[in-house]
């Protein structure tokens, strides 16, 4: 869903677990009214109790607390830590929880990363309640007010009351929704907007990426994860790169939680590395966080704009339009720049051949997975414009088919 853009906003990067966990502490710890939280991923441990405690401290406060994880990503969050949450008062439900009624279903996750405070205050980024993102992750977040949080609210709110959504425990406190608080601009805020996705019915964040992947004069720098990019979003930035602009790309170097992934996404490097694009992996840890600076637009959130989360996924980013704002971001996207180590064309095309085999070997799954996609959304396209293959294509231009797919 794209919201509209609203001006008057505060925004404040809040870059690693030492400042981002604070502050999301502190706000909860001041709640009045209520606090509303949306996870993918909460798992039993040091910091899930410490979100179990903030929640149950400003419920024992009169505060109406909610919680509303991903159905797979809750599943190693212990039946003790569940029963916690609910005896303190806490409404728990689970988005989607894995079951048999449908594979593909169970396919659809809920990866936002939704804080709400008395609808005045909120946080997004690409965080959990696991404790990798204590120590072992590097991870972003933003510290958001004004006008937008009204939106991070919306998204909040109609996914609780989803059909999709469940209960975690019949005997478990059922609040109602509390009436919606609408947050004052400030004099002298920022431009920014709420975006999100909804698998590959509602692709708002994908075209808004595209769009400014294609509109970008000087710079185009992105930091994601798990770099295993569609065949549009490469062809992006190769032809970004060959105009003059200065793309890089942020990536996790060794240390990486799914390596498999690291490998299957090598195999792009060479073809971006002719046409001029510059790639850094970080070196200190695994970096898991998602966000990007074409010239002076910001967005960062839980989005990892890779084929599964663009395809499957809920996902959610906060974009900015602000000079200052994007210098801070340039700033931290260089701190990380100067502690990975760049990719170096020549020695990569050189690399040996046991290196390019893994690359091929993990790659191969992301490749059929993708060329399932692509007949899906084939065969999604002909219901669409109830027409006969042959028809469509002898209609429309190639390009633009091409596109639709991707």
Known sequence: MQHEWREGNRVILLPEASRFLPAMFEAVSQAQHYVLVELYLMESGELANQVIDALAAATRRGVKTYLLLDGYGAMGLERSDRE??????????????????????????DHRKIVV???EVAFTGGFGAVDEFLEAWYEIAARVEGPVVADWEALFRRLWCSRLTR??????????LPEARVAEPHEEGVRGRVISGRGYRYQAIRHSLYARVHQ???RLWLCTPYFVPTFALRRRLI???QRGVDVRLLLPGAKHDHPGVRYAGQRFYQGLLRAGVRIFEFQPTFIHAKFVLADEWVSLGSCNFDHWNLHWNLEANQEIEDSAFACEVQALFE???????????HAWAARPWWQRAREWVYGAPDYLCTKNV?????????KVHRKSPIHILSEIKFPAFWHYFY
């Open 84 to 109: 916690r949450l609910q005896a303190a008062g806490v409404a728990l439900q689970l988005f989607n929880p894995i079951g048999f009624h449908s594979l593909a279903r169970n396919l659809s996750r």
């Open 117 to 119: 405070v008395d609808g």
């Open 167 to 176: 209960y975690a425990s019949p005997q478990g406190p059922r609040l109602v």
């Open 216 to 218: 970008s004069r000087q």
């Open 239 to 241: 032809r970004a790169a």
């Open 335 to 345: 701190r990380n720049f100067a502690a990975s180590q760049e990719v170096d064309a």
């Open 374 to 382: 692509f007949c899906k959304k084939y065969i999604l396209f002909v």
